[in-house]
């Protein structure tokens, strides 16, 4: 099968490091039934054999970029560079796509003429599982954003052209929360959803960057959630309330729902919506239950 030089869809993964997950992660793209798509292997400096591993995939449908390595944020721009198809999706090179995925955001963007980018539930597998839901209008996740990010990012697509326009990239200053910084910038320019369906596979393994940098992260959330708030002319929430919502257990306490509780309340007075309630009752059941396990 031959590839053009404009498939209807890019499937970006970066990939640093993923040899033992890389192939599986791609014959779950390319079993997915759209044949119109190429898959876009950023290597970003892998010493691992990542890339050799791939020899086994025999689809001219696969094309693999390499450059030194920079990071995720560096890969990700780099896949937006290269990027040829009419629609972007995005995925981790770890992770798995889950059947029948692509066509049904293809589907929904067919529905949606003025929405710029489409998510999914997502389901984790491996050291943990569950299904975590995401906010499915285009309201509810513009309340979520106040707040958090409102797409599992490796399960987005999104329209090339927007992205072409406007020039938005992952920023480096973000570095660990690039995902939620990078949506809430794109939510600017049109309809944002997500669809209700396990679309992607999330794998839990030691090591995962969540993991290692829980507080650079947990610092670059807050400064985004600022200044998202500042920019769609609502009231950003103190540091320390979204952090009792969002993280009652840092610094080593215990979580406690009435923590949590207090700090869901002054979210719902700043943005009411059902989103807002769903979301912020959510976190103090989650602390509720972490305090009752003793976590």
Do not use: K
């Amino acid at each position: 099968m031959a590839l053009t030089d404009s498939p209807l869809l890019t499937v970006l993964i970066p990939v640093y490091n993923a040899a033992p997950y890389i192939v599986a992660a791609v014959r779950s793209v390319l079993s997915q039934g759209v044949d119109d798509l190429e898959v876009l292997i950023v290597d970003d400096g892998s010493t691992d054999g990542s890339v050799d591993a791939l020899a086994e995939i025999d689809d001219p449908r696969v094309r693999v970029v390499s450059q030194p390595n920079g990071g995720l944020v560096s890969a990700l721009n780099r896949g937006l560079d290269e990027v040829r198809g009419v629609f972007l999706a995005r995925m981790d090179a770890d992770d798995l796509c889950a059947p029948g995925r692509l066509q049904a955001q293809l589907d929904w963007f067919a529905q949606h003429p003025d929405a710029v980018v489409c998510g999914t539930d997502y389901e984790l597998f491996g050291a943990m599982s569950g299904r975590v839901r995401m906010p499915r209008s285009d309201a509810a996740c513009r309340h979520r954003l106040l707040l958090a990010g409102c797409l599992c990012g490796a399960s987005a697509m999104m329209r090339t052209e927007v992205l072409r326009r406007t020039g938005i990239r992952f920023d480096p200053e973000f570095t660990h929360a690039e995902d939620y910084e990078f949506y809430a910038r794109l939510s600017e320019y049109g309809e944002i959803g997500n669809i209700p369906m396990v679309g992607y596979l999330y794998r839990i393994h030691p090591g995962q960057v969540s993991d290692r940098h829980a507080d650079a992260q947990r610092a670059a959330h807050l400064r985004i959630a600022a200044a998202h708030a500042v920019r769609v002319g609502a009231r950003p929430l103190p540091d320390a309330v979204l952090s009792d919502l969002l993280w009652p257990d840092r610094g080593g306490v215990l979580p406690t729902a009435g923590v949590s509780t207090v700090a869901a309340a002054r979210a719902l007075l700043r943005d009411p919506g059902v989103e807002t309630a769903r979301f912020g009752a959510r976190r103090v059941l989650e602390a509720t239950l972490a305090a009752r396990r003793g976590e």
